[in-house]
């Protein structure tokens, strides 16, 4: 079937820890994928995208490649803060269609 | 720009009754979509309107649930009778074109008791 599966929550780090979330997809023919992020109290924002293989979506010093071969879309950040504190959603979509959403991962980070 | 608009922002209804959402999507976006977000979930599609038609409504529970977008601008979505298993943060978001990303409101967070 067409899903998003990402890594389990909740991840903890200290401040200035690597991050990285797993996100993996099915789909037939070559979906656009992105990340969306939820901060407290507030609405899913779009944080990053990549539309077609080997794109790297980039935005606030988070990161993820488009990774055909792998169906992956990792999202990576090397230095974490207290304020990236969020829930953070996977997603893909086709030309047609709407975005279909992993289950989300929580991120907490400590000082 | 304004964002999507949503209310009311909190819902608190007993089982069996009856409840409204709307929605008031970015100036100009053609599509809208209304999605039910259940704790610990991601957001999974209830309808997807383009302007004023529907486009995917193939996971909304039409025995109790309806949308409507009249006008092809703001749209309501309605819970007849309401289920405890309802109970959900329900999110509107609207794009430009079908295939560009989508703008989020802040939700309408719905308790069935």
């Known amino acids: 079937g067409n899903s998003v599966t990402q890594m389990e929550g909740p991840v903890t780090l200290s401040e200035e820890a690597f991050l990285t979330i797993n996100c993996t997809y099915t789909a037939t023919g070559y979906p656009s994928l992105f990340w969306y992020v939820q901060y407290p109290g507030e609405g899913l924002q779009l944080l990053l995208k990549a539309t077609k293989a080997d794109d790297k979506g980039s935005n606030k010093g988070f990161e993820a490649t488009y990774r055909k071969e792998t169906t992956s879309f990792h999202l990576e950040k090397g230095s974490v803060q207290v304020s990236d504190s969020a829930v953070y959603f996977c997603?893909?979509?086709?030309?047609?269609?709407?975005?279909?959403f992993g289950k989300g991962t929580t991120l907490s980070v400590s000082s | 720009e304004a964002g999507v608009a949503q209310s009311p922002r909190y819902k608190i209804i007993e089982k069996r009754q009856s409840v409204a959402f709307w929605c008031n999507p970015i100036s100009g976006h053609a599509t809208l979509y209304w999605y039910q977000q259940i704790l610990g979930q991601g957001p999974k599609l209830l309808i997807q309107?383009?302007?004023?038609?529907?486009?995917?409504d193939s996971q909304l529970p039409k025995d109790r649930f309806s949308a409507e977008r009249l006008k092809g601008v703001d749209s309501t979505l309605k819970i007849q009778p309401a289920k405890l298993e309802d109970s959900a943060v329900y999110l509107c978001a609207s794009s430009l074109l079908d295939n560009s990303p989508l703008h989020f409101g802040n939700g309408t967070r719905l308790t069935v008791t």
């Open positions: 309107f383009q302007n004023n038609g529907v486009v995917d």
């Open positions: 997603a893909r979509n086709q030309a047609g269609t709407a975005l279909i």
